[in-house]
């Protein structure tokens, strides 16, 4: 708003703001029309868990958070606060991301660390009336359903049939195993630096352990070598360089391979296939179908804002990874995820999730 | 910055964004360079006491903070960040705002209730390494400070010399009488609802006893009528319509009324006028002399952040008040504060501010 003169300044502050100050202090709901907080998300991070850096901290993480700002802006015309705290203390997140809750329509937590960010996003959901979303687990989830629901056409393979292996149980890991069991992959293996998480295993985390109720049905104890022998997909986000040519050539025939790492993937994509993998996916832009969180996130908070929905439900992913995949309209081995820039994205992936929202 | 394309897109986000957040991890201070901390204030608020409406709480209070954001932007260029809190727990609120703090470059807390806003503004003061100011009381404080000093060159009188009375003990009335106290001013009275603030007085707040070592030397005990016998000056920060003319004709020659109470004023500026006093400024835009606060922060905030000041001290506020009133190069009764789309105004606040950091 331009402020020329003194009636300009006595609208946009005082007396003029006393205005929609008394309507929403008489009625809440009206900050929804009234404030910014009908387009505004805060971006939130702890920077113990920057993708590729690691524990940097909040001042070094605030780049990254701006940089997310900026991708709201360009693709949702959300207006994204990047907020960065000084604590790492699971209850301290928790006090702070409720406090400074009432100025946002929506929490975007970014890069912390697991397990932490569980209890962290869990709690946040449960307390606050705003949509909460930790998108390291859940933009990740529904762009690499995406990604798989073309790549099963692909290779023409069905959900029901196909043995997953998900190299990772971190936030992108767990947010990927349990979005994708939902939908229905039925014969899912989630390994980490320790190898298979199964049964057997002694040090798993809470966490892990409520991945074994939706994983490794048959108990399954070995290597992610062990793991990969026979399997059709790999999804990989966890550390680089860590398939061989050998690895893959010990998976099933028409293999897909999602070697997420970033900046290094766990096996470069040309040698994936070289090795046989008929469809793979990275979260490089110089190769074919880039895993790229902002083909969801953004799609996403503009269509609970838009229907003022209180909750991003895993019913809300689902819808936004098959209308994300639906953008693609015929699926190649070099494309199974649209363009980031493809302007149909982010009106079919908050179409998609208002519609949920509605019902 | 324009995303449109991958190469934009990878500058803007990833793999880009690692640039500056490794060089900030390692050297924090890089965040100034290379991060939004730059420019950026949070303007944060728990709406427990926002000017002429009260415990409004942090909806209603989130259109105050959105609107001197855009004056924050309007007269110093600087980017405000609007923050409500959900809690109007000193500890609390506290907490919250040292957990946000790396996000920003300086804190302004506005709109907080005596005696919580002294407690929360020294505590965060002491424990953040950047500018925190309480706008209520030394924005407010500053821009009088700056009316005094040239309505004591329009009326012809000292400030070593004359009667103040400060009516409200509040935050406006507790940063007014630090400041003009601590700028030379050695006869004050501070006046509350019940009357004068005295040591024979049994109900006072610690704030209030605080105020006591600088104000009433004499101890004078009392109804505001009383202290304002033979005063030189009132400054009213508390209700409206309390002054009525012969409250005025019992002061001393050539008075000096800043009734400043909004809307309403403690009296209104004509009929003090009318009854004898020589300046009258109000909080009224439809009235000379407006006491605006939007006189003072941008060029505060514009002034230690540009020089990269760890805090606003009280020899800046001084310092700001009088390059405030050196605005107005010839002082009268109907012009003693300048007005507020004068471009000297931020100039000459942030300068005066920087040359005090430089020291």
């Known amino acids: 708003m331009p402020l020329r003169n003194r009636e300009d300044l006595s609208i946009a502050y005082t007396p003029g703001v006393a205005g929609p100050a008394l309507a929403i202090a008489k009625n809440k709901k009206l900050a929804y029309d009234f404030t910014s907080t009908k387009n505004g998300v805060a971006i939130i991070s702890d920077g113990s868990a920057v993708l590729g850096l690691g524990n940097i901290g909040p001042e070094a993480a605030l780049p990254i958070m701006e940089g997310k700002a900026v991708l709201f802006k360009r693709f949702a015309g ?73 790549a099963l056409k692909v290779v ?41 998480v199964s049964k057997s295993r002694k040090d798993l985390t809470e966490n892990k352990k409520r991945l074994l109720k939706i994983t490794n049905k048959k108990n399954l104890s070995g290597t992610l070598s062990d793991a990969l022998r026979g399997a059709d997909i790999f999804i990989g986000v966890s550390q680089g360089n860590l398939l061989k040519a050998e690895d893959i050539k010990t998976m099933a025939n028409r293999a897909i391979i999602f070697a997420l790492a970033n900046p290094t993937p766990e096996i470069m994509p040309d040698i994936a296939k070289i090795a046989g993998a008929k469809v793979v996916a990275s979260g490089r832009s110089d190769f ?62 908050s179409n998609a999730v208002k519609k949920i929202a509605r019902r």
Request: aromatic share 4%.
């Open 156 to 196: 023409r393979k069905r959900k029901e049939n196909v043995k997953v292996v998900v190299n990772g149980a971190g936030a992108a890991g767990t947010g990927i195993t349990k979005l994708i069991a939902l939908y229905g992959f039925k014969n899912i293996i989630v390994c980490d630096s320790k190898g298979i």
């Open 78 to 150: 959300l207006d994204g606060f990047p907020i960065v705290l000084a604590t790492q203390d699971t209850e301290e997140i928790i006090a702070a991301v409720k406090a400074i809750a009432p100025t946002f329509g929506g929490i975007n937590l970014e890069d912390i660390s697991a397990p932490r960010c569980f209890e962290i996003e869990a709690r946040l959901k449960k307390e606050l009336s705003i949509p909460v979303m930790h998108d390291d687990q859940h933009g990740t989830a529904v762009v690499v359903l995406a990604g798989l629901i073309n």
């Open 288 to 349: 074919p179908n880039q895993v790229n969180n902002v083909l969801a996130y953004p799609g996403i908070f503009k269509g609970v804002l838009e229907s003022r929905a209180r909750e991003i439900s895993d019913e809300m992913k689902i819808a936004a990874a098959l209308a994300l995949a639906g953008v693609v309209k015929k699926s190649t081995a070099d494309r199974i995820i649209p363009d980031p820039f493809d302007k149909r994205v982010v009106i079919a992936v």
